[in-house]
């Protein structure tokens, strides 16, 4: 029921081109949808969130799509460069549970130049 | 210079000895957390403070534990009784008590069990 699935576990694509990362989660209560990124040897760093309230967030090259029927979200990466080469995780958090985060799996992305 | 600094970066220990990990954070956040990554596993949480002189056990507490004796600090011992303690540990900790407040993370800690 906590457990958030993220795939695909590694994706390679071209500089230019779009990464779409997906999420799926089991547990109605989960109401923030946050993603990370993190880069080697380093600890993850909040990219973008959204709340089930709204079908998609667009910041910069990053969007969340979000369908809460499905119990899905995505990350996509639009225009991917080089420097975006990173593993992105998907979370999740309850406001019932405080302030708890559960991550899927992680993704390792990189942009070839 | 605001923000969370572990120490230290990387660990070396034998088997059968405990090991502390440091977290300090100076960004006046009252909750803090504790999480282990491993590959393909993503985060797992093992240990969280919302508040100082209080903390709850997370999906993975066995083998660790922690103390909260201070605000700024929340560090992690790795005991004899965790089988496998061989991983990235990485403490964060949060700007408000919404679920919705921003984690932010220090740079973790690589442990070695020799």
């Known amino acids: 029921q906590q457990q958030v699935k993220q795939s695909p576990q590694s994706l390679i694509v071209q500089k230019g081109g779009i990464s779409i990362i997906n999420c799926a989660y089991e547990?109605?209560?989960?109401?923030?949808f946050p993603w990370y990124q993190q880069f080697p040897g380093k600890g993850p760093a909040l990219l973008i969130a959204?709340?089930?309230?709204?079908s998609e967030k667009k910041e910069g090259r990053f969007t969340i799509s979000f369908n809460k029927s499905a119990k899905q979200f995505s990350l996509h990466i639009m225009d991917s460069q080089p420097g975006d080469s990173a593993t992105y995780f998907c979370?999740?958090?309850?406001?019932?549970?405080?302030?708890?985060?559960?991550f899927g799996e992680g993704t390792q992305l990189t942009v070839n130049p | 210079d605001g923000g969370i600094t572990q120490s230290p970066k990387y660990l070396f220990r034998k088997e059968g000895q405990n090991v502390t990990l440091s977290c300090e954070q100076n960004?006046?956040?009252?909750?803090m957390y504790w999480y282990r990554q491993d590959p393909g596993q993503g985060l797992r949480l093992i240990y969280y403070?919302?508040?100082?002189?209080?903390?709850q056990k997370g999906d993975i507490a066995e083998g660790y534990s922690v103390s909260r004796e201070k605000k700024e600090s929340f560090p992690l011992t790795v005991t004899s009784a965790q089988k496998n303690p061989t991983a990235f540990y990485l403490c964060?900790?949060?700007?408000?008590?919404?679920?919705?407040?921003?984690?932010?993370f220090g740079p973790g800690t690589r442990l070695t069990v020799l």
């Open positions: 964060a900790s949060r700007t408000g008590t919404g679920n919705t407040d921003t984690q932010y």
């Open positions: 547990n109605t209560a989960f109401d923030y």
């Open positions: 959204i709340r089930p309230d709204v």
């Open positions: 979370a999740a958090s309850a406001e019932t549970s405080g302030s708890r985060l559960t």
């Open positions: 960004l006046n956040h009252d909750a």
């Open positions: 403070s919302q508040i100082v002189n209080d903390f």
